[in-house]
Structure formats: C-alpha cells, structure tokens
C-alpha cells in the first residue's frame, strides 16, 4: 500500500505585505545596523531579523496589517511623520530609528490615551499579568494616568454566551478579535461599530453574542490582547462541587491541555505535564482522574466503521442516500458552523458524538455501576482547550446517560488558576498514572489534538481492519506523514492494493473486504473554519475534495492544540511546540492503535455489547442530525 503525495491548499491572508523572496536585496540601516533585505517587507520583519524589538498592539503574527493603533512607530529619515513599522514597506534604501525621543514619546502619548478609555482595575481582571497594555504600561513607564481614566463603564458586560464574556469596557479597538473571527475563521461574528470616537466592536445588529452568529470558538479571546474577551468562568462551580461531600466528582482531560499547560507555569511551550496534572488534580479533592484519549480511542473505531458502512451501502448495495464524503463531528465549533453556514450538509457529518460526550455519558452509566456510585450524584468535569466545548456540554440534548452527561469544560486556563488557587506548584509535583477502569489510552487518541491527528488515527486502524496487516508494514513506524502538517486544506490518497479477513469487532456488519481490493481510499484534512468554508465550496463546486471519502475538519487553526481556550499568547511557532509534545507523547506510548487500546475492547465486552454502531453504542456515543440542524438522542 502506498499514499500519494499530500497535495496542499493554503489561501494568503489579504492585507498582509510579503515580500519578494526572489526580488533584489536592498541595504538598510536600522538603529546603526546595516542588514540586506528583500523589496516588499516591512520595517517591523527586518527589525525582528537583528533582534531589534519593536512594540506592538494591533499586529498578530496569525493576523492581517491593520495599522491601527501606531504603537510600532518608527523614525525614517527624509519622511516628516512617523511611520507605522508593521506596515510600512521597505522599498528603498532607508535609515531607520526605533529609539528616539520622538518615537518614545509618540509610543507614551499613545498609550495614555488609551488608558484614557480602558475602564477597570488591573487586579481584577483575569488578564491581569498577561495583557499586552498592561505590559506597554509598565514599558513605558506609566505610573499616572496623564488624560484622566474612566470612572463609570460605557457598556453593559455580555455574559450571555455559554463559552465568551465580552466587556467592551476593555476594548483598545485593535480590531484582532474581528480579524481573528473574519480571517481565521470565516464567521465575522464581529465588526467595528460607528465611527470616530463612538467607534466600538459589537456583534451585527448589536445583538447579545448568545443571539449573534457565533461558533463558540474562543479565537477572539486567543487573540484579544487585554481582558475585553474572556472565557465564561466556571471556577467558583467547580470548586463548590468538589467542596460538596455528598458529589462524586471526575474528571476527563484532553490532551491538548497537557501540552499546553505548563506554559501558565513559565515552562516552555510544548512540555507535557500529563502525569503531573493528574497529581494536581487528586490533590485538589476530585475524586478520579481519567484521559479523554480513551474516548478518542472510541471514537475512531465507532467513526471508523460508520465511514465502513457507507463505504459498503454506497459501493455494494448502491443506496443513493449515503452521504460522501464523511465528515468529521469531534470539533464542536465547527459543528455549530455547519448548523450556521452549511445546514443541508449536515447528513455528511459523522453522528458519533466528540470523546468529550461520549466519555460523560459512559462515566454516569458505566463506571457510575462498576463503582456503585448514584449518577444523579456524580459530577463530570472535563478538561479541553476550547470554549465552544462549553457550549456543547450544555447541548440540552446532550443527556444520553439520563442526566447531563458532562456538567463542566473548563478551559487550560481557568483551570491553571485553579491549581494556582490551590497553592500547587504544578512543575515540582510527582507523577500519578490516570484512574480505572479506563486506564491509559493509545497515542492514537493523543494526536487527536493536532490538525491530521484524527485522520492519522482513523487511517491506523482502519488500514489494519482492511488488509489484515501492521501499519507498519505501510509506514515506518505507524507515522502516516502524508496527513500531518500545517497547510490550511490538504489530499490525500491511499491505495488499497490488498485485503484480509473481516475482524470480529465488525464481521456482523460486514461480509468480506473484496469490494474494497483495487480501491482507493481518498481523505482530506482541513484546520480553521475559514478554511473550511473554502472546502465545501470545492465540494459544492465538485472539485477535488468532492471525490473524498472521509474528511478532518477542526474548527481552530492547528487543530485542539490552538483551541480558544488555551494559554495566550499563541501563535504559529508556540502551536507547532505544542504539535511536537503531542507527537513525542504518541511516540513514547506502549499502545499506538485506537483498536488495541485493551480497556475499549473490554468495554465492547462488557458494556457495548452489539458492538460499534450498535443499538447500545449508538444510543450512548452517537447522535443524529437532521436537517434543521438539531441533534436527537
């Protein structure tokens, strides 16, 4: 079996000025450094080139130009006003000056003004030590505020979303949060309202962010430089439910926090803290501690045979109303976009639910009776790096053990504060293995936090179910390369050149491969709903993403790992760190295969005893979608 080259779609970022790799080198000078670059970038990429630090506030590295808040002003000689470096060109020879008295003034002047309009207190806000003006304040000097400061608020707070707090109170109008929403992810939740000094970001139509079109992503908030956009804390809940003698309280974590965690601890990013954080955890009163990647696990075998058996009724049996492709619904963001942008492709969505709900409704049925534990009394906290995950726990449809299924999502950072609150230094404690039944999961279930970790988890188990041999054989290692990277879409193709028998798991479902032998299997797998957006227009289009059979779609970009409720700042270097803990973490696990994780198959023994896509299975890790958009149990 062979793969073809992953074909790969990125689509540029508009506004953003890249320059010439081919084109001339000029000579500049900058602060006295002489250095060659090419025609066409900006002043702040050469700055950055000799280590020379410019601020800024509007600019993200993820974003498009704006120029709007002029904090990286420079001096250029021969130019009578100061010029803005994150956008202005380089298309001549230039001396430039970053340090002036002018310039620092320019920079000082700016930000009083904006403190002039930041209404709230430093110590209050959640991003009190970690917000970019706070930061300029201190850089500059501040230490009084020189144009007054607001003393009542301007707008009221939305905490009308399950996932987002929007206090406007603290906005300095960098726009990132409406570039995030527009560029990164195809939404435009969010605009700039009015003009001059009533100048505003509001949802379209001024409506509350729960009535607005909003996926629950947390990109604004990933990308917000002060406390303007937060996640909708759950902290205080929490702690009340583990300072509750009479609740039983778990909780699931999801690897992508693991990875991401220990940045709130001044390590780098990318060092996993997995066994530490399950110390931390035991220490702070939950009663057990188990790893999402088990329902990962699951998840791929119940998605894995459901994208079998549309393959047999579309190919075999010829049914016209099998859906192809297969799409991907662990991604609650991207699901909520499909209800918004494309409802009348909801039937290509797989109805296996995220491992996050699959995992709380078998924790308030099956473990609650293996540990002889009332579910009405058991408490499920989950552990993610997504804010939309808070939305989908509160899914009112989401109740398939009888009871919510999963009571809390706490995103990496509220529950960072919570470890801190605790008084644990979260580097220095010992390791502690994850709790049974469930025990460890296979690395499978840990790179499902990585943009391609699903499809490369799908395709181990599946390649293995089909021809009857190792991925290894396939793929040194069982590292399926063609499907990893950080395009924003990307193709693949696999052969099946051979097949083998029909394993046990699945033999009632299907008869043999042999309509298999001589196929090819063809995926996609795409990051950032803007992204997203641009494939099913291929589909609709009929281009090449319309021949796939199973596609990834991940609603944030990179996958899990940049979800919108994890550590800030991100950007694409901290989230390929990330990237790499997760695939070091993969490569260190005993198992490796969704369908050799020994604690899945005793639960298919003892619990989902029709096996995957069975009634029993289908009932607790499965949901339907109809038109509307709805889910039904």
Not at 22 to 34: F, H, L, R, W
Not at 488 to 498: K, T, Y
């Amino acid at each position: 079996m062979m793969t073809t080259p992953m074909r790969t779609l990125s689509w540029p970022r508009h506004g953003t000025l890249v320059p010439d790799l081919d084109a001339p080198k000029i000579a500049i000078s900058i602060d006295g450094i002489e250095l060659q670059v090419p025609q066409g970038g900006t002043i702040l990429d050469a700055a950055r080139q000799v280590g020379v630090r410019i601020p800024t506030l509007c600019h993200h590295d993820d974003l498009c130009t704006a120029s709007v808040c002029r904090i990286c002003v420079v001096e250029v000689e021969g130019m009578r006003h100061l010029q803005a470096s994150c956008a202005a060109p380089i298309m001549q020879s230039m001396r430039i000056k970053t340090n002036t008295a002018k310039v620092r003034s320019a920079r000082r002047h700016i930000i009083d003004l904006l403190l002039s309009e930041h209404y709230g207190d430093c110590n209050t806000c959640k991003r009190n030590n970690n917000c970019e003006l706070q930061s300029l304040a201190v850089e500059y000097g501040v230490d009084f505020y020189r144009f007054g400061h607001p003393t009542e608020p301007k707008f009221a707070i939305d905490r009308s979303s399950s996932s987002i707090v929007r206090d406007m109170n603290k906005c300095v109008l960098c726009r990132r949060c409406v570039r995030a929403c527009d560029e990164l992810q195809g939404v435009s939740c969010l605009t700039v309202a009015s003009r001059s000094a009533r100048s505003h970001v509001s949802t379209f139509g001024n409506k509350p962010l729960s009535g607005a079109v909003c996926i629950n992503c947390g990109q604004c908030i990933n990308h917000c430089p002060t406390g303007a956009l937060t996640e909708q804390d759950q902290t205080d809940e929490v702690w009340s439910m583990i300072d509750d003698p009479s609740k039983h309280v778990v909780i699931q974590t999801a690897p992508s926090p693991r990875a991401g965690m220990g940045e709130c601890f001044a390590l780098e990013p990318g060092t996993p803290v997995t066994y530490q954080l399950n110390t931390a955890l035991k220490r702070m009163g939950f009663n057990a501690v188990f790893d999402t990647n088990h329902t990962a696990d699951l998840t791929i075998i119940e998605e894995g045979t459901e994208l079998i058996l549309r393959l047999y009724k579309a190919l075999v049996q010829k049914d016209p109303d099998v859906k192809l492709p297969q799409f991907t619904s662990c991604s609650p963001g991207w699901v909520k976009y499909m209800e918004h942008f494309c409802a009348d492709m909801l039937d290509h969505l797989s109805s296996a639910k995220s491992p996050q709900q699959m995992f709380g409704s078998l924790l308030k049925t099956y473990y609650a009776e293996k540990k002889g534990v009332d579910p009405s009394n058991m408490v499920v906290v989950a552990l993610m790096p997504c804010t939309a995950k808070k939305y989908e726990c509160n899914r009112p449809e989401m109740n398939s053990s009888g009871y919510k299924d999963v009571d809390y999502g706490l995103t990496t950072r509220e529950l960072a504060r919570m470890i801190k609150e605790s008084g644990i230094d979260l580097p220095k404690v010992p390791e502690t293995g994850f709790d049974d039944p469930f025990g460890e999961a296979s690395g499978a279930g840990v790179i499902f936090g990585a943009t391609g970790g699903v499809m490369e988890a799908a395709l181990r188990t599946v390649i293995e179910m089909v021809t009857g041999k190792a991925v290894e054989d396939f793929y040194d290692h069982a590292n399926i390369l063609p499907v990893r990277g950080i395009d924003g879409a990307r193709l693949a193709e696999i052969p099946i050149s051979e097949v083998g028998p029909v394993p046990d798991l699945i033999k009632h479902l299907v008869p043999d491969w042999d309509w298999l032998k001589g196929a090819s299997l063809k995926v996609g797998v795409v990051h950032g709903t803007a992204n997203a957006q641009r494939v099913i227009e291929d589909i609709r289009a009929g281009g090449p993403f319309s021949e796939c059979h199973f596609i990834e779609f991940m609603a944030c970009p990179g996958g899990c790992l940049g979800g919108g409720g994890q550590p800030i700042p991100t950007n694409a270097k901290i989230r390929a760190k990330r990237s790499q803990a997760l695939y070091r973490m993969d490569t260190n696990s005993e198992v490796r295969k969704s369908h050799e994780n020994p604690a899945v198959l005793k639960l298919y023994q003892e619990f989902l005893t029709d096996g995957p896509c069975g009634h029993v299975s289908h009932h607790h890790l499965h949901t339907t979608y109809t038109p509307r958009g709805k889910y039904m149990p």
